[in-house]
Nanobody, 126 residues
Framework: QVVLVESGGGLVQAGGSLRLSCAAS????????MAWFRQAPGKERDFVAS????????YYGDSVKGRFTISRDNGRNSLYLQMNSLKPEDTAVYYC???????????????????WGQGTQVTVSS
């Protein structure tokens, strides 16, 4: 059974930084592309960033390009999201996601994910 557990969320002022982590178990982590999604109240779950199996390629949603960095450590079965220059509009629940094999990573949708973490709240105050 796949288990994804996020951590690192919290309250931060605009312009600040946070680093999210996702610990994976129950899978051969290095065999799957991974992603981060986020969902604000009353809105759909949106793509944030994705990364290939070895991390050689990464992709980002337009709203976070240049501010967020996705990375992975296959030896630690872990996924990360470094978030800099945070804005109030980044406030959301952030989800770690295991992307279905064979899906294009440039702009995956929530339908392309077959396992989700429980989410971690990120709140950015103005």
């Amino acid at each position: 059974q796949v288990v994804l557990v996020e951590s690192g969320g919290g309250l931060v002022q605009a312009g600040g930084s946070l680093r999210l982590s996702c610990a994976a178990s129950g899978i051969t982590f290095s065999s799957y592309p991974m992603a981060w999604f986020r969902q604000a109240p009353g809105k759909e779950r949106d793509f944030v960033a994705s990364i290939t199996l070895t991390g050689w390629a990464t992709y980002y949603g337009d709203s976070v390009k240049g501010r967020f960095t996705i990375s992975r450590d296959n030896g630690r079965n872990s996924l990360y999201l470094q978030m800099n220059s945070l804005k109030p509009e980044d406030t959301a629940v952030y989800y770690c996601a295991k992307v279905r094999a064979g899906v294009g990573l440039q702009l995956p949708s929530a339908r392309d994910v077959d396992s989700w973490g429980q989410g971690t709240q990120v709140t950015v105050s103005s």
